[in-house]
């Protein structure tokens, strides 16, 4: 009798304890961001000089503090009015902002400065397996894609002054479609991937991608009215060549405020 009772109360005992160290297994559906600090950060001459794609990352979370600001440098509220950091065509907000956290997909609700679960799972994997990509969805229409662009380069420019990884992309954007539900006649059209710098700074590490090859209008638009390597990533190199240059060169080549015709260099 005893030994049943010892026994019964060892078993409660080892149960309690396991409740309470166990993680939650369910994610919270609504998490209230900690409050965005608006002073600090790097000057914004540099953190336009610091902007850059990079796509390796840490798998490290990053701390709340991190995740508010990058909310909040994307589409947060940043008057009393509870108008945004971005412009929107007539102000109307076409824009929806997702985080895909390890928890959960969250759409972030810029006026309460909180996420709300869309999507339960961990599916960081489908992205850049960085601890977080933020999803832009909107009409796919032209300013949708304005306001998705604005948020971005907002986050870009965080990030350059954080010191954190993060690379937008356009493949992935359907990666969810038909699991997430977005407002009607939305569309994911971008994603950004943010993490601690997979590689060193500085180091070899592929901070980069080749340029791919321009697509056939792109490159007749090169060639017809804008100078060699305007439209690629390489630099252009604005010296004329040996031997082409003169009244004999400048009758061929119509020269404009400074650029040179494909044709000519
Ligand atoms: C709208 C948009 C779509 C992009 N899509 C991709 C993509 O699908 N894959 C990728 O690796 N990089 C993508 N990028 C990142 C560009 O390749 C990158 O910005 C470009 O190489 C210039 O490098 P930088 O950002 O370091 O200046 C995209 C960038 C933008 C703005």
């Known amino acids: 009798m005893f030994a049943a009772a010892l026994r019964l109360s ?12 166990a993680p939650p297994a369910m994610a919270q559906d609504t998490v209230q961001l900690s ?4 002073t600090g950060g790097k000057p914004l001459m540099e953190a336009l000089a610091a902007r850059h794609s990079e796509r390796s990352f840490k798998e490290d979370a990053l701390t709340d ?22 412009p929107t065509s007539r102000g109307r907000n076409e824009l929806a902002v997702y985080a895909v956290l390890k928890t959960g997909v969250y759409l972030y609700d810029p006026a309460q400065n909180a996420l709300t679960l869309a999507l339960a799972g961990d599916h960081t994997a489908k992205y850049a397996k960085s601890p977080l990509t933020v999803l832009y969805a909107a009409p796919d ?4 894609g304005f306001h998705a662009g604005s948020a971005y380069q907002g986050v870009g420019l965080y990030c350059a002054s954080e010191g954190l990884a993060n690379v937008v992309k356009s493949t992935g954007a359907d990666e969810l479609k038909g699991q997430l539900t977005l407002p009607d006649g939305f569309q994911v059209l971008v994603v950004q991937s943010i993490g ?8 070899a590490g592929p901070a980069s991608r080749k340029s791919l090859p ?6 007749r638009r090169k060639q017809t009215a804008f100078p060699a390597g305007f439209f690629a990533s390489r630099p252009w190199n604005p010296v004329p060549r040996p031997g082409r ?6 009758a061929k080549c119509n020269h404009s405020r400074g650029w040179t015709r494909a044709a000519c260099v």
């Open 196 to 203: 601690q710098p997979g590689w060193p700074a500085g180091s």
């Open 214 to 219: 321009l697509p056939v209008s792109d490159a």
């Open 10 to 21: 060892l078993i409660l005992a080892i149960a309690l304890s396991w409740s309470m160290s």
């Open 35 to 38: 409050a965005v600090e608006k």
């Open 245 to 250: 240059t003169g009244p004999e060169r400048s």
């Open 141 to 144: 229409n032209t300013t949708g």
């Open 65 to 86: 503090k991190q995740l508010s600001e990058i909310l909040w440098a994307a589409y947060g509220v940043n008057r009393e009015d509870g108008k945004r950091v971005i």
